[in-house]
């Protein structure tokens, strides 16, 4: 009997002990700075940050905080040498602005947080965080632009220029970061390993204005001794097809690249690997043809095998030679990086006869498609991609006007050959397969989703499922359009960030993801692309000639998404940002309009596509008529 009361006794203490810490639990989670966790490449001198509490509680509120950081963990931990602390009696958790000494270029900074609550409790202080600096200053790029020599008509797509270098170091490297941009498109390979997760780098900005570079980590690639590193620079909206009208080379008619390697040794010394004209480059690579709308070809016999490592044998590659491209409009990375999101398999294959098949998808997608494949040298196989059949169950293409969506593969002819594209996407359900050597199985092929990697704010689901399907499809058509900008659509010859779209989506937008740092980049052209009369572009970044600018509901994006962020986000340096361009805009609107403060004049957008499907209606959104 005392033995059982013993056993009993001893489980309620540890159920309640148990029980009282689980119902005393605060704690903070997601730590972040300027929207972003542990980031690396922050350009502001006064950055915020911002956390999450987790309390068991209901009606749980923060009444104070305190912030430590410090340029070490150690700092952090010993609580001595620190940078920067502030402590206040504020319920603000989001965008509190660093006020601390002001902050270098590479410069790493790690925080941690805790907080009070209204129950009289104080949390444990949160895991640590960091963010690092990115370079500051255009004289922190040692490296050059370079770009090729060799002739090509740019009036059309041309292939891919890759550039290379091999290099020597010395032993005990303790970290290695790649700064790096380009005018175009860019993958980069370190000894052979592809560099980072994110597509479609450096991103689409204003180009002549503002020029992203990303910044990665790469100590894990780097060997010690002999290295080599290899970019791969395609055209895509930097030079490639453009707008309805195929406008080609809308920023300039040559590819670029510039790139600084920074090697840290644990003796504390440090050496650079930049873009110079000791680099090497070739057009005779694989990628014959890359463009947005068109699609690409690739030539799988024409590869470098192992053109990124130290001893690859380049002798058929030219010298570079280094370009005055402007450097003071580099800067970090302000927005959502793209990334391959998820794979989608066919649901179903349609053989057509002759040698043609059609997969279904079974999900409309933005993205490309992985092909597998084994076959002879040289077969050649054509995938072509679309949204819809038609009433004859046929590849219908013409909503897609002049774009192509194509992908050409030729085959090297060595065992199974694995293919993705890599400067083009297509938006689509059905994929048309042309060329296959045999008969292609559900295996052939997969489907790749890629947008803006953002982060949802939760899920809905409820008992209707018409609802949930309507929730489905908001959220997958948003991130079908969001790929670095919010475009119009991912598959015809627009693809734009036009201004209208946009501002009526911005609402849905922000209530379903985090679209806070995605929304504040992309307005930052609103400014850099803004008339000097006030009036501001249809699509942004501005690439359509004879700009049509000005128009009411189109422009006034640049001040409902502001104001949009705010409402969501609490983020009231948005609003700072972007006041004199609001300003401007609405004096343009004074200047236009009459006495009585109405704008008559001028022609502006009315509804945009028609539903009914006869030739006396305006442009429909069909896909036959009657």
């Known amino acids: 009997m005392e033995i059982k009361f013993k056993f009993f006794l001893t489980a309620f203490l540890i159920f309640n002990s148990t029980n009282f810490f689980a119902q005393n639990s605060l704690s903070i989670t997601n730590l972040r700075v300027e929207y972003k966790t542990n980031s690396v490449g922050i350009d502001i001198q006064s950055p915020r940050l911002s956390w999450e509490i987790i309390s068991d509680k209901n009606n749980t509120n923060q009444v104070a905080y ?72 255009e004289i922190e790029w040692k490296a050059n632009w370079i770009a090729a020599d060799f002739y090509e008509d740019t009036t059309k797509s041309n292939p891919a220029h890759y550039f290379r270098k091999s290099f020597r170091l010395e032993n005990n490297i303790k970290s290695a970061k790649l700064y790096i941009s380009s005018h175009g498109l860019y993958e980069a390979f370190i000894n052979g390993k592809r560099v980072g997760d994110q597509v479609f780098t450096p991103g689409w900005t204003s180009y002549h204005k503002r020029l992203q570079y990303q910044i990665y980590d790469v100590t894990t690639l780097i060997n010690e001794k002999e290295n080599g590193i290899g970019v791969t620079v395609g055209d895509g909206w930097y030079r490639g097809s453009l707008v309805w009208e195929r406008n080609r080379n809308v920023y300039g008619t040559k590819l670029a690249l510039i790139a600084q390697l920074e090697i840290e040794y644990t003796d504390g010394r440090s050496t650079k690997i930049i873009t110079d004209d000791s680099w090497k480059v070739s057009n005779q690579g694989p990628v ?44 970090a990375s302000e927005g959502v990086p793209v990334r391959k999101i998820q794979e989608i398999a066919p649901i179903n294959i349609i053989d057509k006869g002759n040698g043609k098949y059609i997969f279904d998808m079974g999900q409309n997608m933005v993205g490309w498609v992985k092909l597998k494949v ?64 045999g008969i292609p199985t559900k295996e052939s092929i997969t489907g790749i989703v890629i947008h803006s990697d953002m982060t949802p704010t939760g899920n809905f689901e409820c008992s209707d499922s018409l609802i949930n399907q309507l929730q489905h499809n908001i959220v997958w058509g948003l991130k079908g359009n969001f790929l670095d900008v919010p475009t119009d659509c991912p598959q015809r010859d627009e693809r734009l960030g036009w201004t209208g779209d946009a501002q009526v989506f911005a609402p849905t937008a922000c209530f379903n993801m985090d679209a806070a740092a995605f929304y504040s980049k992309w307005l930052k052209d609103f400014s850099a692309d803004q008339k000097a009369n006030g009036s501001i572009p249809d699509v942004i970044p501005d690439v359509i000639k004879n700009t049509s600018a000005g128009h009411t509901g189109w422009a006034d994006a640049g001040v409902v998404i502001p104001w949009t962020l705010y409402l969501n986000y609490g983020d009231k340096r948005i609003l700072e940002e972007q006041y004199e361009s609001m300003k401007k805009w609405i004096s343009y609107m004074q200047s236009r309009a009459g006495e009585d403060n109405l704008w008559t004049g001028d022609w502006h957008y009315g509804d945009w596509l028609a539903f009914a499907s006869t030739s006396s209606a305006y442009m429909g959104a069909y896909t036959e008529t009657d």
């Not at 470098?304 to 001893?311: G, K, M, P």
């Open 66 to 137: 305190e912030i430590f950081l410090g340029e070490s963990e150690e700092n952090l931990r010993s609580e001595k040498n620190l940078l920067w602390q502030v402590k206040e009696n504020n319920s603000q958790s989001i965008l509190i602005e660093y006020k601390g000494p002001k902050l270098n270029s590479r410069q790493k900074v790690f925080w941690k947080v805790r907080v009070w609550d209204n129950h009289n409790r104080v949390s444990e202080w949160s895991e640590i965080a960091f963010w690092e600096m990115g370079l500051l200053s």
């Open 288 to 331: 014959i043809i890359s463009d947005i709308y068109m699609g690409e070809k690739y030539d799988a016999r024409k590869e470098f095998i192992n053109w990124s490592n130290y001893n690859y044998e380049d002798l058929n590659f030219q010298k570079v030679s280094t370009r005055d491209f402007h450097k003071n409009i580099l800067i």
């Open 374 to 437: 084994k076959g002879p040298e040289s077969v050649s196989i054509k995938l072509r991609h679309a949204e819809v059949l038609d009433k004859y169950g046929e590849f219908y293409t013409d909503n897609l006007r002049l774009a192509q969506q194509t992908i050409e593969y030729i085959l090297k002819g060595k065992g199974e050959e694995i293919f993705e594209p890599h400067f083009t996407f297509q938006g689509f359900r059905f994929v048309e397969v042309t060329g296959y050597p």
